[in-house]
């Protein structure tokens, strides 16, 4: 790991950025804005974290729950550095994503359903401030699969294992988001088709 001594270097201020290796790209590619938005999503998880800490100490289940989200932030930053690295500057050794990665998270979401009922209805983001944010990461988390497919058609460098394990967790973010609210005595807010405005208020 190298060390970070200086944060700010000026070397991005013509808009371009670096890559593992040195290779300068624009900072609006399709490869940054990809990683970019990996970022973006493990922010949410580790807002979502902070939203549970309080609650940990009294609940396995939700310390079950935190320990999933922080390996995923794990896995999600060993992506990005997969996705910043350009394939003739990997080194022995670094950390890619694999199958196992995505059987990990079929295993979380499986374990994770054992405590909820089955859904007969679409249901709403929302709930508990925690599986709020959840809900909201597994949106950022399906933007970062669309933009992940795009760069994969002009660089096939990019591991399939890679959209595999995002498609996946963007599924154990909805299951973790409802798992969050049934753990915190919280119901869900199912879609209603038949959806009518409130009555106008009494003008009394």
């Given at each position: ?8 270097t000026r ?24 990683y970019?938005t ?8 580790g807002?979502?974290r ?8 009294a ?6 729950l ?21 394939v ?11 199958e196992?990665?995505?059987?990990a ?14 859904l007969?209805?679409f249901?709403?983001p ?5 599986g709020?944010?959840?809900h909201v ?28 394990y ?9 299951v973790?988001?409802?798992w ?5 005595n ?5 879609w ?9 208020a009494?003008?009394?």
């Amino acid at each position: 790991m190298p060390k970070l001594t200086r944060i700010y270097t000026r070397t991005g201020d013509d808009g371009t950025t670096g890559l593992v290796g040195g290779a300068r790209v624009p900072k609006n590619s399709m490869r940054i804005e990809t990683y970019g938005t990996l970022d973006e999503l493990s922010s949410f998880i580790g807002l979502a974290r902070a939203h549970l800490a309080p609650a940990l100490q009294a609940d396995s289940g939700l310390q079950r729950l935190d320990a999933w989200l922080a390996w995923t932030q794990d896995v999600l930053f060993n992506l990005g550095a997969e996705l910043a690295t350009p394939v003739d500057k990997r080194w022995d050794g670094m950390p890619l994503a694999s199958e196992s990665d995505a059987k990990a998270l079929e295993r979380a979401i499986d374990e994770a359903q054992k405590d909820l009922e089955p859904l007969a209805n679409f249901i709403h983001p929302g709930g508990t401030l925690p599986g709020s944010v959840l809900h909201v990461a597994r949106t950022v988390c399906r933007r970062a699969e669309r933009l992940l497919v795009t760069l994969r058609e002009d660089t096939p460098e990019i591991s399939g294992n890679c959209v595999r394990y995002v498609n996946r967790l963007s599924d154990a973010l909805f299951v973790w988001a409802r798992w969050t609210n049934h753990r915190l005595n919280s119901g869900e807010h199912l879609w209603n088709a038949q959806t009518r405005p409130p009555q106008a208020a009494d003008a009394s």
